[in-house]
Nanobody, 117 residues
Framework: QVQLVESGGGLVPAGGSLTLDCAAT???????MGWYRQAPGNQRQPVSW??????????DFVKGRFVITRDNGDNDKNTVQLLLNNLKPEDTATYYC?????????WGKGTLVTVSS
């Protein structure tokens, strides 16, 4: 079982930046890590993903604005960060961290990002 704890959400004006952090508890080997988001009334959608060796993927609506990074920490610590730049009101959502391990996906509880216009 992998437990994920997110932090870093908050209220930011349009055009601003925010950094989201996600830390996996324990010393488990984790494969991919990434972020989804869910706006009120909408389905959860993928945002970005990073492999254990640093290969990344971004959805088109965040390319050039968001940056995902990861620290594997030799199994002592698995963390993933999402830097959100040039935020838009439509980026308002709850952002969920997830991790992949041996065919299973684990989710954090989410952190709310609100972008004011």
């Amino acid at each position: 079982q992998v437990q994920l704890v997110e932090s870093g959400g908050g209220l930011v004006p349009a055009g601003g930046s925010l950094t989201l952090d996600c830390a996996a508890t324990g010393r488990d080997y984790i494969e991919g890590m990434g972020w989804y988001r869910q706006a009120p009334g909408n389905q959860r959608q993928p945002v970005s993903w990073i492999s254990r060796v640093g290969r990344t993927n971004y959805e088109d609506f965040v390319k050039g604005r968001f940056v995902i990074t990861r620290d594997n920490g030799d199994n002592d610590k698995n963390t993933v960060q999402l830097l959100l730049n040039n935020l838009k009101p439509e980026d308002t959502a709850t952002y969920y961290c997830y991790s992949e391990r041996y065919g299973s996906t684990y989710w954090g509880k989410g952190t709310l990002v609100t972008v004011s216009s």
